[in-house]
């Protein structure tokens, strides 16, 4: 089992900036695809970005392309979101999830949430205009 906790969340006005944290315990995720999601209110849950162990790049969305940035600490076991340029409508509750990363699949199904395992609780983006 993995456990993930989100953290880093919180009210920004627009043009800030924030950086999301995922914190994995039980496991050591270096061998997992890890990605950010969220559901907006109203809306249905979507990618944010994803990475994994051997891509070239990483997956984003392309509302968040330019503006968010994912990476990894293997170290510690921790997987980021660096939210630059912040806009109302980032508001959401973003969540962070795991799976293992398997090299046969293609690039699109880790941007597909049936495709995780593990899911965090969530933690919640203001973006005020």
């Known amino acids: 089992q993995v456990q993930l906790v989100e953290s880093g969340g919180g009210l920004v006005q627009a043009g800030g900036s924030l950086r999301l944290s995922c914190a994995a315990s039980?496991?050591?995720?270096?061998?997992?695809?890890m990605g950010w999601f969220r559901r907006a209110p109203g809306k249905e849950r979507e990618i944010v970005a994803a990475?994994?162990?051997?891509?070239?790049?990483?997956y984003y969305a392309d509302s968040v392309q330019g503006r968010f940035t994912i990476s990894r600490d293997n170290a510690k076991n921790t997987v980021y979101l660096q939210m630059n340029s912040l806009k109302p409508e980032d508001t959401a509750i973003y969540y962070c999830?795991?799976?293992?990363?398997?090299?046969?699949?293609?690039?699109?199904?880790?941007?597909?949430?049936?495709?995780?395992?593990?899911w965090g609780q969530g933690t919640q983006v203001t973006v005020s205009s």
């Open positions: 990475i994994t162990i051997t891509w070239s790049g990483d």
């Open positions: 039980g496991r050591t995720v270096s061998n997992y695809a």
């Open positions: 999830a795991a799976t293992l990363f398997r090299a046969s699949w293609e690039r699109r199904r880790y941007s597909d949430s049936r495709s995780y395992d593990y």
